[in-house]
């Protein structure tokens, strides 16, 4: 199952970002995939700030990873796009940032195949003139609840 949302402009990616964080709940991995500059750091401060964080949130293209918590959820914000073999993954503990449930948001996803979980959601962000196309697929049975959820909710408006 997929949607696809037009966002002419920066204030509709984060506010898909904050409809996506409200769905999430604090839990699960959405893949992000686009292009540099298609907007997916600003799609996950969206699901940040929807949460409670009134920090920055910058891409953590030279960190890989930047952790958050936000009350009693931990997020993890990767970013792969430096990465240069997928196995790097195993030398930092990536497995140990997927323990009790956390949500985890990962840019760049296709240079940690073989290593990264399955997703529940992908989110693949295109250029479109000035603004962006987002297209949300479900890959797993929560990721098509959510976005069941978030038809209805787009019905609603």
Not at 18 to 39: I, R, S
Request: negative net charge; proline residues 4%; contains cysteine.
């Amino acid at each position: 199952m997929n949607l696809e949302f037009d966002l002419p402009d920066e204030a509709s990616t984060t506010d898909l970002g904050a409809a996506l964080a409200e769905l999430l709940d604090g839990h699960g991995t959405v893949f992000l995939d686009g292009e540099l500059g298609a907007g997916k750091t600003t799609l996950s401060r969206g699901m940040l700030r929807a949460m409670g964080h009134t920090g920055a949130v910058k891409s953590p293209t030279f960190t890989l990873v930047e952790p958050y918590v936000i009350g009693s959820h931990k997020i993890y914000h990767f970013d792969l796009y430096r990465l240069e073999d997928p196995e790097e993954l195993e030398y930092i503990g990536f497995d140990d940032f997927f323990e009790g449930e956390p949500l985890c948001l990962i840019e760049w996803p296709e240079k940690g195949r073989g290593y990264l979980p399955e997703c529940d959601l992908l989110v693949e962000l295109t250029l479109r003139g000035l603004g962006r196309l987002a297209r949300i697929e479900s890959k797993t049975k929560r990721g098509e609840r959510m976005l069941i959820e978030l038809i209805n909710a787009k019905k609603e408006e």
